[in-house]
Each structure stands twice: as C-alpha cells, then as structure tokens.
C-alpha cells in the first residue's frame, strides 16, 4: 500500500519511491506484478498527476519499473538498491574500449548500473537504440564515432542528461563530452617521431572511411605537407604490395597484423625496410617485433574521467591527453 504523510520533511514523490521499494523488498510486489496506477495514487492521496509522474519516472531510470502502452506500469527489478541507470552506447568492442568500460564501472560505485550497447557503425541501429530507451535511463553516454547526423537522434534527449566519447561533431558541440582531438594527436605526435620518420620514402596511412575519425586523416595529410613528405592514404592493406623505405600508420589492429606478415613473406625487415606506427597501445604491442611504437589516448584516464564527470554531474567538455611511445618499430 502506498503511504503518503504530511510535514515529515519527505517529499512525496519520495514518499511514493519508498513504499513502492518497501512493497518489493517484502515481497507484496514481484518481477511482473502491475503497480497502482498514476490516477489512483493521485486521487487516493489527493496529490498532482506531476508528483507521482516524478515518482515512477524515478523509478522507472532506475529499471525498477517499467511502463506497457495501454496497460500500466510493471514491476522490472527487485533490485531497489540502484541509484542510477546509464545507457552506454558505443561503437563497437575492443581490448582498449574494455579498458575504458572497465574504467568506468569502477570508478562509478557499486549502486550505479550501466547498460551497455553496439551500433557498430551502423545508422539505423544507432537511431533504434536511443529512440527504444529514450527516458528509460538517467544519463545517456554516447560514442557517435564518425556517422554523420546523429545529432538527430540525440536531440530527443535531455541535453543535460547526455555525454559525448571519444568523437566530438560539428553538431554535438552543446553537449558535455570526453573526447580525443585525432587533428593535434597525429599531427603533434608525427612532428615528434620525425627524426625516425625521415628516413622513409614515402607516409601510408590506412584509413577506413567508414569507422576512423576525420580528424586522424586531416591531421596526417597537414602533417605530411607541412614537413613536404611524400604520403598515399589506403582503405586496406589486403592487396597491398610492401615497398620498401615505407612507413605504415594503422588505426586498427589487423592491419598491423597484416603488415608484419607481409613484411616477413617479402623477406622485408622491420625498421631498416619499413617502419610501422600503431594507434593505440595494448600490452599485446609492447612485446610483438620486440615493440610497435604506438601513439595512443589514455582509455583508463577517459573512462575514470567520465565516471566523475556523472558523478558531480559536472558540464563540460574535457580533452582526453593522448602520447606518442617510441618503440623498436621505426
């Protein structure tokens, strides 16, 4: 039954929140049992409609109800000690992105559940997924990588409730966010290796279009014009031939993979023949051909960072450092 009292200090759409947790933790409500209505609780209470709105939308952010069009609304969870839900989008899952959702989890505190979600670069699944859960959730943290007009999904939700990762558009800018600057990170770091990079003929960056950032492909071409170095871009490197005095930038994993192999069947060796750069370091790079040099964001940093910003409900936008290592690779 819900309880509702006058001049205790309590709320009452707080007062509304703990009976519907007190009922679940004894047992009266269960995992599919329908809750009384908004008009019911209004009139037997004589409250306003907005009050217990606020309530079971509380409750509802935290997964512990959820509505049925037509119907009412159920009980989803009995677990009432969560605070807070968090819808986490992002793009796809690799062993540096676990670092950052690691990261995050654990700074978060033990009250707090996160959701996570895959769009894998694919438009219609990132709209699909923030129209299923829009409300469902107390902040939406969200990695739109490089698709264009996601704006138009994220708009649907509350501004202030919203954090941007890793990629920051043209069109996201209003929204407090954690995120890389791909333009300075290559063009600083290259600047910084370039007494390793002269010695090579000619800068290949592999650049898929479709999942890697403006920003890194902007920032390699002004750095290869401004020191006046011969540069090819190159979505794979699958029918790719290895010459010989080139040096090879990858974004992604298996190109790397795939130019050590290719450099060990064209008897080519490694930094006297070509020269690799990889983004982003694993421990996997510092061991293999004796170390890649990588440049590479601090994905621990960015996922405690954000986990912080919630926490304070801070707003802003704060750039992720990002370093160069030099390794045995160039």
């Not at 908004?38 to 309530?55: C, E, F, G, P």
């Not at 401004?226 to 090819?232: A, D, G, H, Q, V």
């Not at 694993?282 to 990588?294: F, P, Q, R």
Request: charged share 25%.
């Amino acid at each position: 039954m819900i309880k509702i009292k006058s001049k205790i200090g309590i709320p009452k759409y707080k007062q509304i929140i703990n009976s519907i947790e007190e009922m679940i933790v004894t047992g009266v409500l269960q995992k599919g049992d329908q809750i009384p209505s908004i008009n019911k609780i209004k009139n037997d209470h004589n409250l306003s409609r907005d009050t217990v709105l606020m309530a079971f939308n509380e409750l509802k952010n935290r997964g512990i109800i959820q509505s049925v069009v037509g119907k009412g609304y159920y009980v989803s969870s009995e677990n009432v000690s969560v605070s807070q839900k968090i819808f986490l989008l992002f793009d796809e899952l690799n062993s540096f992105k676990e670092d950052l959702y690691n990261s995050f989890l654990e700074n978060l505190g033990n009250d707090i559940q996160v959701d996570i979600y895959f769009h894998h670069f694919n438009k219609n699944s990132f709209s699909k997924l923030i129209q299923e859960n829009v409300g469902d959730y107390n902040y939406y943290v969200i990695m739109p990588a490089n698709m264009e007009g996601t704006n138009d999904d994220i708009q649907n939700l509350p501004e202030d409730k919203v954090y941007i990762l890793d990629q920051i558009h043209d069109d996201l800018t209003k929204y407090s966010a954690v995120y890389q600057n791909f333009d300075k990170a290559i063009f600083n770091n290259l600047t910084k290796a370039n007494h390793l990079i002269k010695k090579y003929k000619k800068l290949v960056l592999v650049f898929n279009k479709n999942k890697q950032p403006k920003g890194m492909r902007n920032g390699f071409i002004m750095f290869c014009e401004e020191n006046n170095k011969s540069y090819e871009l190159v979505n794979d490197l699958t029918d790719r031939e290895l010459q010989k005095g080139e040096a090879y930038i990858m974004p992604d994993d298996k190109s790397l993979l795939r130019v050590i192999k290719k450099m060990k069947e064209s008897q080519l060796e490694l930094v006297n023949d070509i020269g690799v750069i990889s983004y982003n370091d694993t421990l996997l790079k510092e061991i293999v051909e004796g170390g890649i040099t990588t440049i590479s964001t601090d994905f621990n940093a960015m996922g405690k960072r954000l986990a912080e910003m919630i926490l304070d409900k801070e707003q802003g936008q704060i750039e992720n450092p990002n370093k160069l290592i030099i390794r045995n690779s160039l």
